[in-house]
């Protein structure tokens, strides 16, 4: 059976809520692996929720729906402040990328007091801005930027993650909105360890079954590369 856009394969789905230090509860969802521990875990930290950015946007959902069967891999989604999904409304409201850094915060506490192992940020957009501001955590062994816009996200931010050591993957669109290809390599060059992987043909909101999968190809090469390549077809159940 080929893998499609509507693919759901088996996981153990769990809705999860995030306590943040100013006292709100964000709403989430963990999918794990159906019968086995994960291997590793994605923080998925979505688009501007001005924009309609939100837990379910589509590369990130189909992350949840597919790695935990695929790749053994834990995806942790959740509402930042103030966003709506169908999984429900975060408390608060929108902090333009500030007041977010709790719920960066929550999340990875999450992901420790649950034993969640080897956490990765995954930002997509204005998530890439969180990753870059709020993620350089202990707990966080590296982080993957799709279509880093670097408008919240300064040259300090580059420097302080150059500084943390981390692995960084930014996968950048040929035809971004925001940024593209040759000048995010000029931007990211501050941090030694980087990597800039521009996609040819993709747009900033990577639509298309195409790039999705180029997406998460590239996620499971660097958080489980025992499990890359990803199969397109699984076997009828």
């Known amino acids: 059976m080929e893998i499609r ?19 709100l509860t964000l709403v989430g969802e963990l999918a794990l692996p159906a019968d086995r521990p994960p291997a590793a875990t994605l923080v998925c930290l979505h688009p501007l929720p001005t924009h309609g950015g939100m837990m379910d946007s589509h590369v990130l959902k189909k992350a949840a729906n597919r790695l935990p069967a695929l790749a053994d891999l834990a995806v942790l989604r959740f509402n930042t402040r ?18 977010e ?22 930002g997509w957009s204005f998530g890439t801005e969180l990753a870059l501001k709020w993620g350089r955590d202990p707990l966080v062994e590296g982080a993957i930027l799709l279509s880093p816009p670097l408008h919240r996200a300064t040259d300090a931010d580059l420097d302080g993650w150059a500084e943390f050591g981390r692995p960084l993957t930014a996968l950048v669109p040929e035809f971004d909105d925001y940024l593209r290809p040759a000048e995010a390599r000029e931007r990211f ?12 043909g993709a747009k900033h909101l990577w639509v298309g079954e195409p790039y999705v999968r180029i997406v998460l190809n590239e996620i499971v090469r660097r958080v489980n590369p025992a499990a890359h390549p990803l199969p397109t077809e699984i076997p009828e159940s």
């Open 82 to 99: 103030g966003t709506t999904s169908d999984r429900g409304t975060s408390q608060g409201a929108f902090g333009n990328g500030e007041d």
């Open 101 to 122: 850094r709790l719920d960066v915060a929550a999340a990875l506490e999450y992901a420790e007091f649950h034993d969640l192992p080897r956490a990765w940020l995954v």
């Open 5 to 23: 856009a509507s693919t759901v394969l088996p996981a153990r789905r769990e809705p999860i809520e995030l306590v943040t230090a100013d006292g």
């Open 189 to 200: 060059a501050r941090v030694p360890q980087a990597e800039v992987v521009g996609v040819d």
